[in-house]
């Protein structure tokens, strides 16, 4: 894939699992992680991967206290849920572009939760994380991946993120300390031994994807592309090395479940769904896995209302509630509709 993890697979010997969407539960293989029935422990598409994760397990002999999830988006976001529902399994996660756990109970909710992060209070984000699954801890150490410039998925998501972990893990508001590394931020939080449970990067002036160092020295890992962003910063390699798979000394193979960004959430103009429908296409460019293709349009006389309902048809969602006649909306459709234009291909910008 074009992050790079494959390639440190194979170097560092720990196997990888790409969740598949069935077709039969959505048309467009998208991951629901907005939907209770498929974000609860032992329920839908949570245990599906759940299960997908404990087979790799059993075929290659995995360290059970070395597993991990990342994800991208969408892929992100269920990340989140998987990170919340079996924290008994997953020593770690890293969210890229995501959202927190029990945001969204639908998809009207899931892009409110977008465009305008909801300023729950830690106390309420991180119960969700504990009612997720009943566990008393240790939790997982979770590294947050955000462009500072991220149009669709607004960086207020990620400082939700940090809330909901850090008060699961009780930390403090304030990290142990902030680097900066190039023109990006880092920010730490460590356990009372100094060991860092929760990173948080922000990337400078990136968009919505997946931050690579094409050109880094000694770290060069991924290819650009759609939602995969030249940043000067590898977070794949960051991310190997803060759950400790850089070490050369494996003695046995680990498993990172990747969760994929499904295009549940509004895509880049020109950028397609990220789901890998077959492993073996897991090297093939997000054009080769995407359900249908982008195609500029021009001079279209449209309704707002049915492009919206458009792009969630686009996406594999049911049509958004219409809203009752005189009804105010709970957030500003702006944002929504203009993402919903690039999303069904009638903007360019």
């Known amino acids: 894939m074009r992050h790079g993890l494959s390639s440190l697979a194979d170097r560092f010997g720990f196997a990888i699992v790409y969740p598949q969407q069935q077709p039969a539960n959505n048309p467009k ?85 977008m465009f305008a992060a909801k300023g729950d209070c830690a106390e309420v984000l991180g119960d969700r994380v504990r009612a997720a699954s009943g566990h008393c801890g240790p939790w997982p150490k979770i590294s947050i991946w955000h462009g500072a410039a991220d149009p669709i998925v607004k960086p207020a998501n990620c400082d939700a993120i940090v809330r909901q972990w850090t008060n699961v893990h009780g930390l403090s508001d304030s990290p142990a300390y902030e680097e900066r590394i190039g023109s990006h931020t880092r920010q730490v939080w460590s356990d009372e031994q100094g060991e860092p449970l929760i990173e948080v990067f922000s990337i400078d002036n990136m968009a919505h994807g997946v931050p690579l160092g094409i050109a880094t020295d000694g770290e060069s890992c991924g290819a650009a592309g759609a939602f995969f962003l030249d940043a000067g910063i590898s977070s ?71 492009v919206i309902a458009a792009a969630f048809q686009a996406a594999g969602l049911a049509a958004p509630p219409k809203t009752a006649p005189g009804a105010s909306s709970r957030i500003d459709p702006a944002p929504i509709i203009a993402a919903a234009l690039k999303a069904a291909g009638l903007t360019k910008n």
């Open 29 to 113: 293989n998208c991951f629901s992680w907005f939907l209770p029935g498929d974000t609860a422990r032992g329920h839908g598409e949570a245990r599906s991967i759940h299960a997908m994760v404990e087979h790799a397990i059993a075929k290659f002999a995995s360290d059970r206290t070395r597993i991990f999830v990342t994800g991208l988006s969408a892929g992100g976001a269920m990340a989140s849920v998987m990170l919340a529902t079996y924290p008994d399994l997953f020593a770690g996660g890293a969210i890229i572009a995501g959202l927190p756990y029990g945001c969204a109970r639908n998809a009207q909710q899931a892009f409110e939760a």
């Open 236 to 306: 794949t390699h960051h991310i190997a090395r803060f759950w400790g798979l850089h070490k050369s000394a494996v003695k046995k193979r680990r498993v990172a479940a990747s969760a994929p960004a499904p295009s549940a959430l509004p895509r880049d103009q020109g950028a397609r769904a990220m789901v890998r429908t077959r492993p073996e296409t897991s090297q093939a460019s997000a054009e080769d896995t995407a359900g249908a293709r982008d195609e500029p349009q021009s001079h279209h006389a449209f309704d707002p209302n049915r």
